[in-house]
C-alpha cells in the first residue's frame, strides 16, 4: 500500500514537473484573443494594443477575433466551448461577468464555472456628459434643474452597465429621470447632441471629443480624481457624489481547466506587455488606465464586481428582460 502511494505520489510530482515544462515553453503556435463585440469600442482598442506588444514578446501571432452579438454572448459561449489550453482566450468585461447573468434568465455559459481568470488589463472611468439643450453647465446645476422638474429628463443608455451606472447616478444625485435605451454608443449619443435626452454616462474614448469640440458638456468623470487626459473635468467627489467608482473594465479569461501552469505564464506575459511604456502610453492618450496583477487579484475584482452590481440590481428592480 505504501509503494502504491509512493508510486502515485511520484507520478503526480512528474506529472507536475511536465506540465511546468510545457508551460515555459508556451506559446508555441498563434493565440486567439475573441472580443465579443464589433470592432472600434474600446474593449477594441484595450485588446489591440495589448496584443500587438504580447506578439512581439512570445514571438507568435496574436490574432484578435470580433465574434459580437447577443450582448458578447455569441463569443463568451464560443471561448468556454474552446479547448483548455490556452490558446483561445476572452476578452472579458463587466456584462460578460457579471451582468449577463444578472439580465438573462437563461445562458449559454457560466461565467464562474466556464472561464478561469487569467489578468486585469484596463479600465477607464465614464464620464456623465449632458448636451447644449439643457441649461445646466455644472453638476451643482443639472441636479437642481432635475428636482425641479422630476421625472421629465431623460438618460440613455446603450448597455445593460451603462444602464445600472445611470440608475446608481439617479441614487447618488436623489434626482429621478426617465431611461431610454438604445443599441449602442453612437445612436444615443447622437440623441444626446440633438437634444433628445437630457444626459449619458459613457466611457471617455466614446465621449471626450464632443465634450473637446464643445458639443457635449462633461458633469464629472467617475473617478475619485481627474483623469490625465480630460484634467478639466471634476471627479465624482469634486461634484458632491459618494461612491460612484465606476469603471469599464477589460480582462482577459481562458476556458476552465486550462493548466494553472499555462495560466501564471499567460498571466506573466500580459504583464510583460502591460508596463511597456508605449502600450501604456497610447492607452493613456484615450484616457484607459493599464491594470495588471496576479490572476487570483482578478478573481477576487471579479467577485467584488459581482456583489456590487448584484446588489444594485435588485434595489432598481432589474429583471431579466428588462432591457
Known amino acids: 500500500m505504501k ?55 512570445v514571438k507568435q501571432p496574436v490574432l484578435v477575433v470580433n465574434k459580437p452579438g447577443a450582448s458578447g454572448i455569441i463569443g463568451a459561449e464560443y471561448v468556454a466551448r474552446a479547448a483548455p489550453d490556452g490558446y483561445t482566450l476572452l ?64 438618460f440613455g443608455s446603450a448597455s445593460s452597465s451603462t444602464f445600472l451606472a445611470g440608475e446608481l447616478f439617479k441614487q447618488r444625485a436623489g434626482i429621478r429621470m426617465a431611461h431610454i435605451p438604445y443599441k449602442g454608443s453612437a445612436p444615443a449619443i447622437n440623441d444626446l447632441l440633438g437634444g433628445h435626452i437630457s444626459l449619458i454616462l459613457d ?49 482577459i479569461v481562458a476556458p476552465a481547466g486550462t493548466p494553472a501552469a499555462v495560466v501564471k505564464k499567460l498571466n506573466e506575459d500580459f504583464n510583460r506587455a502591460l508596463q511597456s511604456p508605449e502600450v501604456a502610453s497610447r492607452l493613456k492618450e ?10 487570483q487579484a482578478f478573481t477576487d475584482f471579479v467577485a467584488a464586481e459581482n456583489k456590487r452590481w448584484a446588489t444594485l440590481a435588485k434595489q432598481v428592480n432589474f429583471l431579466p428582460g428588462k432591457l
Not at 514537473?17 to 470592432?39: E, G
Not at 456584462?95 to 438573462?104: A, F, G, K, V, W
Not at 472561464?115 to 446645476?141: C, R, S
Not at 484615450?286 to 490572476?295: E, H, I, N, R
Open 203 to 251: 466611457p471617455v474614448i466614446t465621449l471626450l471629443p464632443h465634450v473637446q469640440a464643445g458639443k457635449l458638456r462633461a458633469l464629472a468623470v467617475t473617478s475619485p480624481t481627474r483623469i490625465d487626459s480630460a484634467p478639466d473635468i471634476p471627479s465624482y467627489k469634486e461634484v458632491g457624489l459618494e461612491d460612484m467608482d465606476i469603471t469599464s473594465w477589460q480582462g
Open 91 to 154: 476578452l472579458a468585461n463587466l456584462p460578460i461577468m457579471s451582468i449577463n447573468e444578472l439580465q438573462y434568465s437563461s445562458l449559454p455559459y457560466s461565467a464562474a464555472r466556464d472561464f478561469a481568470p487569467v489578468i486585469l488589463l484596463a479600465d477607464q472611468p465614464y464620464i456623465i456628459a449632458t448636451g447644449n439643450a439643457v441649461p445646466a453647465k455644472t453638476m451643482k446645476e443639472f441636479i437642481a434643474y432635475a428636482k425641479e422638474k422630476p421625472d421629465t429628463l431623460t
Open 3 to 57: 509503494n502504491a502511494i509512493r508510486i502515485l505520489a511520484c507520478a503526480t510530482l512528474a506529472l507536475g514537473a511536465i506540465c511546468n515544462a510545457h508551460a515555459q515553453d508556451f506559446p508555441t503556435k498563434s493565440i486567439q484573443i475573441i472580443v465579443p463585440f464589433p470592432p472600434g469600442g474600446v474593449a477594441d482598442l484595450v485588446v489591440r494594443t495589448v496584443a500587438q506588444k504580447l506578439g512581439q514578446d
Open 286 to 295: 484615450q484616457g484607459v488606465s493599464t491594470k495588471g496583477g496576479s490572476a
